[in-house]
């Protein structure tokens, strides 16, 4: 046992136990798709930094204004009932796109329990777009020396905001490939920013989700896909998660985790946000699921 007078990171030490006793208490953030929240372990999980890359087109920004409505679903619907961070570096973001996902997450929760929220007033207030519109905070970021500077400014925004249970950054990389020229330093800058979403991540029990965007790489003789700032940032994020086309099917590949094996699932983008690409289950069967993380052995 670490005694008083041991530096601070001796001082915090934890046992093994509580560690796993802990990471099994962790609720997750549901993704919409009971598919795609399976290849996951159970959704999105906070204290870990989560990338997810694709292509243009293929419902990267979608599922992020999904999960930052996710993160509201109130505590007796399954949900964490936390609020978000968005922070929007490409103009993204559409208002009347995140109000149509928050009338079908509402539309959901209200087929899955029909009339649970007319117990209180607080349960109808929680269940209106209005309310989950308002516990979104957006930054608009336009430059990378912004970004690096609203990074900085988390800790102190999520020490007032002690509710944030998802901070998401729609693109990270976007700026640093525009206007960075310097290669090794932007290297080194984008390390120091990981590891500091790592610390908030830890520190304030919540989710980081970073979209990345991508790009063409040349290997073996032919050009690929591959992810924005390639090795560089390949250290960056405890899970990543790839967005692709198969055919005119969307598929989500888990390319990166500590604990669960690599898999693939196809989802859809509806009129209701992010659902599974077959049945059309949606955030009512993803709720309700309790999925545990599957050790790779």
Known sequence: MASSG????????????DMLSDEQ?????????GDLNN?????????????????????????????AINVQIPVEYGGLGGKAVYIDTEGSFM???????????????LEHF??????????????????FLADIYYFRICSYTEQIAAINYLEKFLGEHKDVRIVIIDSVTFHFRQDFDDLALRTRVLSGLSLKLMKIAKAYNLAVVL?????????????QLTLALGDSWSHSCTNRLIL??????????????????VASA?????????????TGKGIRDAVSSNHKRVRVT
């Open 114 to 131: 029909p009339h649970s929220h007319e117990k209180s007033s607080s349960g109808q207030k929680q269940l209106q777009p209005e309310h």
């Open 244 to 261: 692709y086309w198969n055919g005119n099917e969307r598929y989500a590949h888990l390319d990166k985790s500590p604990s669960l094996p």
């Open 39 to 67: 290849i996951l372990g159970g959704g999105i999980h906070c204290k870990e930094v989560t990338e997810i890359g694709g292509v243009p087109g293929v419902g990267k920004t979608q599922l992020g204004i999904q999960l």
């Open 6 to 17: 041991d530096p601070p990171i001796l001082a915090g030490a934890q046992n093994a136990w």
């Open 266 to 278: 196809p989802y859809a983008v509806t009129g209701k946000g992010i659902r599974d690409a077959v």
């Open 211 to 223: 979209l990345n965007q991508v790009t063409t790489k040349f290997t073996e003789g032919s050009f």
């Open 95 to 109: 208002v009347e796109r995140v109000y149509q996902i928050a009338e079908g997450c509402i539309s959901d929760i």
């Open 25 to 33: 208490s962790q609720k997750h953030i549901t993704t919409g798709s």
